[in-house]
């Protein structure tokens, strides 16, 4: 799959079909049984395996030792018959009991002739004093000293059935034996004779029970195997070192089940403990799980393709009049509710209880158009009453506060009366006009608006001079005006009236002593008029909320106020952005169009567009 298509499938952009989720859920089902139960059949047979074949390695590791010990002892009676005939031997026990002539040909080459005839590949006989007096392996370990090691392996002497193994001495270095020990005392003197079949591949293999056995026995510097192939391995993987079982087991333990037997080897100067390894070839059980495996693919995949072809084929048979019942749900609408559901199912399944489901619901469908209808009328009325309400009680408000001006003057200082009525009676009028308007549009339903440029500073100014008195000097009015007199294309009575839902929002914020600025500046061809107020700001859960209908934060507000300085500012081409922090107050953004020249940017546009359509 194309990258781009991986990360459209992972962004969920990719529609997948029912049949291909189901078909893809019953693969993964089937898929993850399967392998649960390939997994429990591996570890049965691995199990199974691994018990027979420790019982056949158990077997064999007592047959080895069984057998090494009567190999021992048979050793052993071959040397207690040589002692016998030393006994009877008068021309030995001349040589060496009586004269002490030790050197004499006669006993040098005692050993090295009877060797061969007893099959032995190490043959001694010491003195008492550990002195050799014939070796049968090596001519020239006349004079040499074994008093340790005839000693120690006097511990393993007689029918001992415990097997030994010894080092023994010829030309080219030590060799080790299987080793036994026997002695006959000659007059006053004892003598010993030990003797042994050295430890080769050859003799090793004579242990095995069957050919897939290697046994390996472990030195400290070397290793003698019955399988010469295993050695050259052996060097060559550095396996030859290895002296635990649990580093045979970690390298070996895939390929072999492994034993041992611990057993006793004999040198001049100690006794130490090497170790004999059985490996058992595990060669049938890979065989048999590389054959299960490829089994359980082969059925894995055919189950899966079954199981999708299957869900496929049923989960078609189910989508086919869900796919009737919805595209006889698009064709639903308020005015068109005639429409028929016919799933196709029975009654008493699933498609047949969504079709009667359906049915039903576009009953109740044509009773809540009849009640809908009646609550829509009364809904538009009721709102046509709100917003009523709302603007003529914006219109009402100036003149309130001009006529409570004059009256103050009247009852404080008459003789000015005069002068203010004149300075505010344009307030008043401005008012009433503001409010005959809005009869007239109110009267249309839908206000009659008058575009035509519109002074910006002047709309501000004017509406604050009106409210200059409002607040009895509890709040402070600044105003910064852009000294290029920006204009814009607008009703100025929409306008104002726009303006004032925010000067008036702002004036009830504040309690008490504050601050109310208002600004304008021309900023990328467009006219931004900015409110400022110091009061309690807005909640962040009404921030969010402010812009619909019937939202405010005034006891008795209509929440209608911020919904129609949206909709005239957007009217004119303009935006609205509302910035508040609780406790810090509100800063409201109006952004217009700027006119260039009695005409907006946009309708330069607009006539730049036309005059190009009609060029081609």
Wanted: hydrophobic share 45%.
């Amino acid at each position: 799959m194309p990258t781009h298509a991986i990360l459209r499938f992972m962004k969920g952009k990719i529609k997948i079909s029912l049949a291909t989720k189901v078909a893809a859920t019953f693969a993964a089902l089937f898929l993850s049984v399967m392998v649960i139960v390939a997994f429990a059949v591996r570890q049965i047979i691995i199990s199974q395996f691994t018990s027979q074949y420790q019982r056949d390695l158990e077997s064999s590791l007592h047959a080895i030792q069984q057998e090494m010990s009567e190999r021992r002892i048979a050793i052993g009676s071959q040397l207690r018959q040589l002692a016998a005939k030393l006994e009877d031997d008068d021309k030995f026990h001349l040589y060496a009991a009586v004269l002490k002539e030790y050197h004499q040909n006669y006993i040098l080459d005692y050993a090295e002739n009877y060797m061969p005839a007893m099959s032995l590949q190490a043959l001694e006989i010491v003195d008492q004093n550990g002195l050799v007096l014939s070796s049968g392996h090596h001519r020239n370990a006349f004079g040499g000293r074994a008093l340790g090691q005839i000693r120690r392996l006097s511990r393993f002497a007689g029918l001992d059935p415990q097997p030994a193994l010894a080092w023994f001495k010829r030309r080219n270095g030590k060799f080790l034996c299987l080793a036994a020990l026997d002695s006959i005392k000659l007059g006053t003197k004892r003598f010993y004779i030990a003797g042994g079949i050295e430890m080769t591949s050859s003799f090793l293999r004579g242990f095995q029970r069957d050919t897939t056995e290697i046994l390996i026995l472990q030195l400290a510097d070397a290793a003698v195997s019955s399988s010469s192939d295993w050695v050259k391995m052996a060097r060559q993987s550095k396996m030859i070192s290895l002296r635990s079982k649990s580093a045979w087991l970690t390298a070996l333990d895939e390929q072999y089940s492994l034993g041992e037997i611990t057993l006793p080897v004999i040198s001049e100067n100690a006794i130490e403990k090497e170790i004999l390894f059985l490996l058992h070839s595990k060669t049938e059980l890979a065989q048999l799980l590389e054959d299960l495996n490829r089994r359980i693919f082969i059925i894995i995949g055919v189950g899966m393709i079954v199981a999708i072809v299957l869900s496929i084929w049923r989960i078609r048979a189910v989508a086919k009049p869900l796919h009737r019942l919805a595209d006889t749900a698009s064709k639903l609408s308020l005015d068109k509710l005639n429409v028929k559901f016919d799933g196709g199912g029975n009654d008493d399944d699933e498609v047949g209880v969504l079709s009667e489901a359906l049915r039903k619901m576009v009953r109740r469908l044509r009773q809540s158009r009849i009640e809908l209808a009646v609550a829509e009328q009364k809904a538009a009325f009721a709102d046509i009453a709100r917003q009523v309400n709302h603007d003529i009680k914006n219109g009402f408000i100036p003149i309130r506060h001009v006529m409570q001006h004059w009256m103050e003057v009247a009852e404080t200082d008459p003789g000015k009366l005069i002068q203010v009525f004149n300075d505010r009676k344009a307030t008043v009028l401005e008012s009433l006009d503001y409010l005959e308007n809005l009869v007239h549009n109110y009267a249309q339903l839908r206000p009659n608006t008058r575009i035509s440029e519109v002074n910006v500073n002047q709309i501000v100014f004017d509406l604050l001079a009106s409210y200059q008195d409002l607040s009895d000097g509890r709040i402070q009015f600044q105003a910064y005006f852009d000294p290029s007199e920006p204009g814009v294309q607008a009703d100025a009575l929409q306008l104002r009236r726009a303006f004032e839902n925010v000067l008036r929002n702002a004036i009830e914020a504040i309690d008490g002593q504050g601050r109310i600025a208002v600004s304008t500046a021309v900023q990328d061809n467009h006219v931004i008029i900015t409110w400022r107020d110091s009061g309690a700001g807005i909640p962040e859960e009404v921030s969010r909320q402010m812009f619909k209908a019937h939202v405010t934060t005034k006891p008795g507000g209509t929440g209608l106020g911020l919904i129609n300085v949206k909709r005239i500012i957007e009217d004119f081409g303009g935006a609205v952005t509302v910035a508040s922090e609780a406790g810090q107050g509100t800063s409201i953004r109006l952004t217009l169009p700027a006119t260039i020249g009695n005409r907006t940017k946009n309708q330069i546009v607009r006539r730049l567009i036309d005059a190009d359509d009609s060029c081609c």
